[in-house]
Structure formats: C-alpha cells, structure tokens
C-alpha cells in the first residue's frame, strides 16, 4: 500500500472531494486503512458493519443471494464507496461485497461519519435517509427480478405493499391492478391473476370484501 498519509489518501477520494480543509483533516484523522485478499468478504448480506469503506485499489463485486442463487449487481473500482445505505439508516446491508483481487480500502466508522454531518435532526440528514430507503427498494426490486420466479416476485410485492395492523395481521390496503403488479414483477396480466388465484388457494393471501388483501401467513408467503 502507497505510504501517502491520511490526509493525502483522503484527497484523492472523489466522496470527499468537497470537504474543507477542516472537514478533510477529520476525517483523515478517522480514517484506517485496511486491506482484502482476493476473494474476501468486505460486506455481508444481511449483516451490519458499521463502516463505510472507499476503495483505494483493486476491484470488488456487488453479489445479492437468495437460497442458492446468486446475481452480480454490479462491479466497484478504485474511488467507489460500500456500505454508505448502512452508515446511513443503521440497517443491515443489502447485498455482499467481494474483493475480486486484492484490494485496498480506507474505512471510516459510523460515529466518526456523522460527526461530519449536520445535526442528525436537520433535512439534509432526512432527505439523505429517505433516499437510502428509495435505494434499499431498488435493490429489493432488482434482487426480486433476478432471483425469484413470478410466484415469489409477486409475494414479494404484496409483502412491500402489505401494512401492519398489529397483532401480527398485514393487510394490503392500496387497491394495486393486475395490470400494474405485472408491470411491476414483470410479468403477463394473465399470469399475475394465475399466481394470485394460487397464492389464495392455498390460503397463504384473503382478498376481503372491500377490495384489499389479508395475508394470512407472511411466514409461509
């Protein structure tokens, strides 16, 4: 690893390219360097780290699994950012990170990272959360399209859409068409109807009088 200081690495990295002199010298007090093997673990889906990390070198890929399936969502090089949805809303990561070669990282700590923004309370905090939850959708959407077939993409986006009414009841209260929830899982109107006929069949959803929809066993779907 190149022995430039901290402060310089920090310099280099585009996500801080905007930060004062003062705001630069923070963070690069903050900041550790670590370095991955080829095929190590940098993130882990569904598991929490607490740490942004910013590739100095290397190459990693972005893998979301579901069972024994897998998809590549993407592919990180130097200058590119992990873990910033976390470091953000606090909640688990949505997809695995592997280092594809060996591959140099600058890591920051949560608390460290918002020492360097606003008070938590102000709206560009609030405008950065809301925005991690329309990422966290998008990966949802995209892990569901690639990794389901249309019965689990459809039960996927009744689960999105279902509310919680206490005692552990979800109702989807949003009247969706058929029309629409195939754009959505991208699938044929025809085939929606099919999977929505089976899924109340087997009593896992109850669709109720007043148009909106029980499910019975979010377990089970």
Do not use: W
């Amino acid at each position: 690893m190149s022995m430039l200081s901290n402060l310089d690495l920090v310099r280099r990295v585009p996500l801080f390219s905007t930060l004062s002199d003062e705001q630069a010298a923070q963070v690069a007090e903050a900041v550790v360097k670590r370095r991955f093997k080829r095929g190590q673990t940098i993130v882990e889906q569904g598991q929490r780290t607490d740490t942004l990390f910013i590739l100095l070198n290397g190459r990693a890929r972005v893998i979301m699994t579901r069972g024994n399936r897998e998809v590549i969502l993407a592919s990180l090089h130097p200058g590119d950012h992990i873990g910033e949805m976390s470091m953000i809303d606090n909640a688990p990561h949505s997809a695995t990170v592997r280092a594809d070669i060996q591959t140099d990282t600058l890591t920051l700590s949560r608390d460290a990272f918002m020492q360097c923004l606003p008070d938590g309370s102000s709206i560009a905090y609030a405008i950065m959360y809301g925005l991690v939850q329309r990422l966290r959708q998008a990966d949802r959407q995209i892990g569901s399209l690639a990794l389901m077939d249309v019965y689990g993409r459809v039960a996927h986006a009744l689960l999105d859409f279902a509310v919680d009414q206490g005692h552990g009841e979800l109702i989807v209260q949003e009247k969706i068409s058929r029309q629409d929830l195939a754009r959505m899982v991208g699938a044929s109107r025809e085939m929606v109807s099919r999977v929505i006929r089976g899924l109340e069949e087997s009593n896992f959803i109850r669709q109720q009088k007043d148009g909106t929809i029980l499910i019975v066993s979010r377990d089970r779907l």
